[in-house]
């Protein structure tokens, strides 16, 4: 039995044609078609302009700075998440403060967000940005979220790393804060192998994180450098990827929720196995099919399960560790914790390509059941 992956790249077609053409054109660098038109397609669909970059982590960077963190400055950002969230919030010097899930999404809660705002109004204090996190495929309740960002004068970064294709009240993601990055990693909703996006509100903004990624060289033939740069730029080769990929995001976010949905119907009869929140206020890709296992209703163990999926050569995983349990972020400030510590012990991600056949789930659901001793019934 070949191995089942959590989340593979799935090609859609077109993408080795896209590649075929910079290879044709010799336009093998991070200038040329593939770019511009890999931008155009994302600015089209998010409406807002953008910047193609060779990382989500290198996005996640950009934005920070076109928000004017530095050193000193405070940003506050989602406890519950994956540590690249937080670290660009490092690389500039500034310190990360978190804040916790609300059960009923699992994203940022709006009111521990609306209470840490105030409290650091009362102490004269203003943090520099709000990190929002997007997670599994699902967006945060960003209404009010944005109402309290807006009533204390600080502007959001939307990590949208994992929600491409999702939508908050019939927007996309990406499309609310006045920045937003987006990962092309290998295991997200769609692939560059490796990748990113930047999008922002002003055209400017997003000229301005497309010089910095180009070593923010000065126009003319001398080297001159007024700022400080990085060699953060897409090449036009897995742009072409992008191309390919961009065309097929419809049929990739139909197919991630199809596999979700079949373990929620697979899962149906068994106690306490449930699928994470499905919340009203958009559409949730469920980039990660991802479980809350009571261990008590269920009677096996989330890390159980795990193993047993292990044993049959099934990579399956916890949800993220929070970031105030992590010993690299154990001295940061952290509104709350106690919901997204839950989850990280409870919660599990299934393998969720969009490429799992039928047959291969099976085998999936097949093992989990056993392991909660309720193999017959099916
Ligand atoms: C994947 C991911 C990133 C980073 O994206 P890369 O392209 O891997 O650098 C950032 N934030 C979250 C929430 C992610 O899942």
Known sequence: MPRIYLSVPHMGGNEERYVGEAFASNWLSTVGPNLEAFERAFADRLGRPAVALGSGTAAMHLGLRLLGVGPGDEVLVSDLTFVASVNPIRYLGATPAFVDSDPETWMMSPALLAEALEERARRGQRPKAVVVVHLYGQCADLDPILAACRRHDVPVLEDAA?????TYKGRPAGAFGAV??????????????????????????????????????????????????????????????????????????????????????????????????????????????CFLVDRAALGVSRDQLIAALAAED????????????QPLYRDCACSGGAVSAGLFER???????????????????????????????R
């Open 180 to 289: 937003a990055a987006f990962s092309f990693n290998g295991n997200k909703i769609i692939t560059t192998t490796g990748g990113g996006m930047l999008v922002a509100e002003r055209q400017e903004q997003v000229d301005r994180a497309r010089f910095w990624s180009t070593q923010a060289r000065e126009p003319g033939l001398a080297y001159s450098h007024l700022d400080m740069g990085y060699n953060y730029r897409l090449s036009n080769v897995l742009a072409g990827i992008g191309r390919g990929q961009l065309e097929v995001l419809e049929e990739r976010v139909r197919q991630r929720r199809a596999v979700a949905f079949r373990y929620r119907d697979g899962f149906a009869d068994l106690p306490g196995l449930t699928l994470m929140p499905q919340a009203p206020y958009g559409l949730h890709t469920n980039w990660l099919s």
């Open 162 to 166: 994992e929600a491409l294709g999702a």
């Open 314 to 325: 099934v990579e399956a995983r916890p949800v993220w560790k929070p970031m105030h349990l």
């Open 347 to 377: 919660g599990i991600c299934l393998p969720s390509s969009s490429s799992l056949s039928e047959a291969d789930q099976e085998r999936v659901i097949r093992i989990i059941r056993a392991a909660a001793g309720r193999a017959k019934g």
